[in-house]
């Protein structure tokens, strides 16, 4: 369900360690990058306000930022 989707994970996850959320991804399809790049579908983090390099860089870059209970409702 999420071919073709990328997701790069930032900060601290709640309910999941962030090994287990990756094989989530790569189980239904998508790929994980260990950084912002241009093409990147989601960045996934709970502090979506916070001036980090990486929520700066993806909203440079209009890159779609989603908290990790949004991510978990992408997949069920």
């Known amino acids: ?3 073709g989707k990328s997701f790069c ?3 601290e996850l ?5 090994k287990d959320a ?4 790569q189980e239904k399809g998508g790929s994980i990058k260990s950084s912002v ?4 579908s989601y960045l996934v983090t709970n502090t979506p306000d916070s001036g980090a390099s990486k ?4 909203q440079e870059l209009g890159t ?3 908290t990790e209970e949004a991510f978990l409702q992408l997949l069920s």
């Open 64 to 66: 779609e930022i989603i």
């Open 55 to 58: 929520n700066k860089k993806a």
């Open 37 to 40: 790049t241009k093409g990147l």
């Open 14 to 18: 709640h309910t999941l360690k962030r």
């Open 9 to 11: 994970f930032t900060g």
């Open 22 to 25: 990756e094989a989530l991804v």
């Open 1 to 3: 369900s999420l071919a």
